[in-house]
């Protein structure tokens, strides 16, 4: 029986615990609501809260689903939404691909063999 995405996502919350690259995000994971919308394409966070489409998680390995959720954790972990607020309203498109940027190169840094996580095409 497949598992749905809110508990792919639960599964991924466990799985980023136990690994010693990110077990050190575990207070973050547990911070605001995780919240399933079709109103957003992919995944996002307002800085608490993290917001998941369940179609995109269904296309998404485990590993990939990793990536995906610690992105948005790391987002939290620097505070990207509330210390770039100017930033933000100036030039949305171009802050995000700036924190964007910041935060894939964590992940990978801290798992440059992708053992935990792979970034989705």
Not at 55 to 81: G, S, W
Request: include cysteine.
């Amino acid at each position: 029986m497949a598992l749905t995405s809110e508990q792919r996502v639960t599964k991924s919350h466990i799985a980023i615990l136990r690994s010693k690259e990110f077990c050190m995000f575990a207070g973050v994971l547990s911070v605001g609501k995780v919240i399933f919308t079709d109103d957003i394409p992919t995944a996002c966070t307002n800085g608490r809260d993290v917001m998941y489409n369940p179609n995109f998680i269904k296309t998404l390995d485990d590993r990939e689903l990793n990536f995906v959720v610690l992105h948005e954790a790391l987002h939290k972990v620097y505070q990207h939404m509330h210390l770039w607020k100017k930033l933000w309203k100036q030039s949305p498109m171009l802050t995000n691909m700036a924190a964007d940027y910041v935060v894939n190169f964590s992940i990978h840094e801290a798992d440059a063999q992708g053992v935990i996580t792979k970034r989705p095409d």
